[in-house]
């Protein structure tokens, strides 16, 4: 095994495993707040890539970005507002199947304006090609931007569900939302922020790794598939250790190709996927007894 | 009931008959290519409305099996298998008849599994992969049960568009046509066209017919017990594991045949019949058909696979499908063809005290 | 002799005990009542009884057969059937087809059978609707057959119930609060109703709150107090046990 090539594969699965967590921690935030999982998470990825590429043609880099995050964001919004918020008390059928379709519209309407080709942003700092060495090892400046950007978004968004007061309300509604609702928390309202919020961090995530894996307009599925592998590893709901396992299944993935085509390289993980929905619903790191409490 | 059931029988046979006549009348026999296939897809369709609508089971894996179906038969019949026929196996197959010998385009010889031997094979496999898929994800609810069919759905696609043997993304083509019998055949061939439609329809007539009985059977009943309150269903003694796992199977088996059958009609297949938009496309054409409503799911899966692949969606074909699933769930999560509707219709043309006692 | 016997069942929830070390018998063709404070653990005696949870430790004996962690369905198969404390009919299903599904265990069409509709099914399928036709009429509702169940009234739902029990010819009865929100009229009917299916030979465990009804039809009751067995007697000794008093009413008013 040569040592060079080893990084190259951790740092690629790194890179990876950040993203993955990065939705996990999208399909947590909306769980938490609503009991649903969003199976459109990943098109929110997608559709901040998109616009911000869109946007970075006339726009600087920077601004195209909080553009793209701020548009998805009330795209996220408006989705909410569309098709969930009046619905009341849906079967978990039901909302499978609504967020199933919204992934399917969204991914649509994506090929029509952005048709099917893949699109990318150019790389923050420096080209394809310029790298950082460590000794032997070759660290392209993107991937610090991802890993980075990801640290920053997981640790604002603890610092909000801890300190600021819609936070610790949104806390209060995955916890007893009827309670909530008795302490006059706006439950509904709560739901639509998660949305949003959920929608921001898929979409800054979505234009961090373009650069290095390219956004096309059906690339949502495949990252929802995998986010949700990340949030069941990490007992849904706990987003400190979804940000391990989406690690976790990153390395894994990006080592397989060692074992296995690449072609197979999804294969794996949703593998693991069912492997561990099989065995341990629960996920590796969440307790058996909470995730039988939970209603599924 | 059950003259009832013969009724209706007899009814979609005049349907299909009358659906022939039409084309011929209106000289659109072109039609009939569509109309056969979108039969083959109304297998797949009525299966997986005894899953969902019955037994209460989500799948969104069923492209997966047509699939496993559809490829295995095309692989079977499509390998050439001179290299390896002194094999002792090989020659035990091929004097038992279960080989056929043909000539290449180039004049070459060319042996390969008969049509008959591969569609067993082809079935046998998607029974033994529902079994094993079945048994741990129908132990799963909800979301965990969708995610899960999800992605078996997602690992066959995968596995076929990353494997040679299947042709990756050009899928498998130059499939022979299904000699069923002799003088009949599952066969693109445009001399074939009429009886094509009335073998893909005949299949479906079969299919409604074996899922109706079994519907208003004691399976049936015991299905819809398990949909209704599953831990009550278990103590009164239904084996609700094992109802849920042989309605799996069964609507597997349905999809698989789909595929064999459309494989050979077609000549081919290709990836996209594995993707997982169509297992979504399934599972939306189900819905608007009424989720507990064969009858329903099986003219909804008709009309929109025939408009689908007359291609009157152009490029917004999954695009409606989408839509239809979230219009339909947020407006009539019932379905659009509710089991009642019939008597809606009858009320409203009802007398007065109908209506009264209604409300 | 004993129909069902329990020996020494321990089941725990995280931290809760919620049945400790339970100990008891039915004698066959009596009916037993089993009572307690809310949250004394009744429930779930009866749920690991019939199966729907497994004990942590101890045996539960029916008849000859030891059935502890055997599955709900099993159990049924073995002649136990058993009512909800809240009513778990099987909605988009009329009353009758509901009762015909307690015939389950007793037919035995299958997936092949069915969608083949072979002969034998017919007269197998006009058997299980006539039995359940004959089971309507023993409950007196004979008129609700068609009746979508989650149409019909509370009291009607809980009768239809029992009949889809009563339907598994079950050798025991297990009836969890089958008075719970009737009024008194017909927890009056519910009484004979179950007093009825005692004559028919079927033994009968029931877990009720109204005392009037458990003293008025058991022949033993059993006391449970945080999951223990705090008592086991005849009713009119029960009125009379002071620690069963002091749990009900609490310790300052003895």
Known sequence: MNIELFFQYLVAGVTYGTIYAIVAIGFNIIYNTTGIINFAQGEFVMLGGMTAVTLHAFLPLPIAILSAVMITMVIGALIEITFIRWLISPSVLRMIIITIGISILVREIALHIWGAGVKALPYFSGTAVSAISIGDVHISPQVLWVIGVSAVMVICLNLFFTYTLPGRQMRACSANRDAARLCGINAKNMVTLSFVLSAGIGALAGCVVSPITYVQYDGGTALAIKGFTVAILGGLGNSMAAVAAGLLLGILESFSIWVMPTAYKDVISISILLLILFVRPSGLFGSKEAAQLKEF | MARNRHLQAFLLIAAVAAVQLATMISDTQHYLTQLTMSGYYSLVIIGLCLLIGYAGQISLGHAGFFAIGGYTSAFLTTYDLTPVSDKAFIAFLSRTGMLVSTADLYGGQVLHLHPWAACLIAILLAIIVAYAIGGPVLKLKGHYLAMATLGFGTIVYKVVLGTEQFGAADGISEVPEFALLPGIAVSGKLSMRIMNYYIAWGLVILGVVLLSNLVHSRVGRALRSIHGAEDAANAMGVNTGRYKLNMFVISAVFAAIGGVFLTHYNGGIGPSEASIMKSVRYVAIVAIGGMANLWGALVMGFVLNFLSLRGYFGSYDDAVFGAILIIIMLFTPEGLLRRDLFSDIRSLFGSGKDLEEKV | ?254
């Open chain 3, 1 to 254: 002799m004993a129909i069902l016997a329990v020996r020494d069942l321990n089941k725990r929830f995280g931290g809760l005990q919620a049945v400790k070390d339970v100990s008891f018998t039915v004698t066959a063709g009596s009916i037993k009542a089993l009572i307690g404070p809310n949250g004394a653990g009744k429930t779930t005696l009866f749920n690991l009884i019939s199966g729907v949870l497994s004990p942590d430790s101890g045996d539960i004996f029916f008849g000859d057969m030891q059935i502890e962690g055997m599955k709900p369905f099993q159990i049924a198969e073995k002649g136990m059937s058993r009512t909800f404390q809240h009513i778990r009919l099987f909605p988009n299903m009329t009353a009758i087809e509901n009762i015909m599904i307690g015939r389950h265990t007793h037919s035995r069409a299958g997936f092949i059978a069915g969608m083949f509709s072979l002969p034998w099914t017919w007269k197998e399928e006009s058997r299980i609707r006539s039995r359940s036709r004959e089971i309507l009429d023993f409950l007196g509702i004979s008129g609700l057959a068609d009746s979508e169940s989650t149409s019909l009234a509370y009291g009607q739902q809980r009768i239809v119930e029992l009949g889809r029990a009563l339907a598994c010819e079950p050798k025991l009865l297990l009836l969890d609060e089958p008075a719970a929100g009737l009024n008194i009229k017909e927890t009056a009917e519910m009484a004979n109703l179950i007093t009825k299916v005692k004559n028919l030979g079927i033994t009968v465990l029931i877990v009720e709150h109204d005392m009037s009804l458990v003293m008025n039809i058991s022949d033993e009751v059993i006391v449970l107090s945080y999951g223990q067995k705090i008592a086991d007697d005849v009713p009119l000794a029960i009125q009379k046990n002071t620690e069963v008093i002091r749990v009900y009413l609490g310790e300052e008013e003895c």
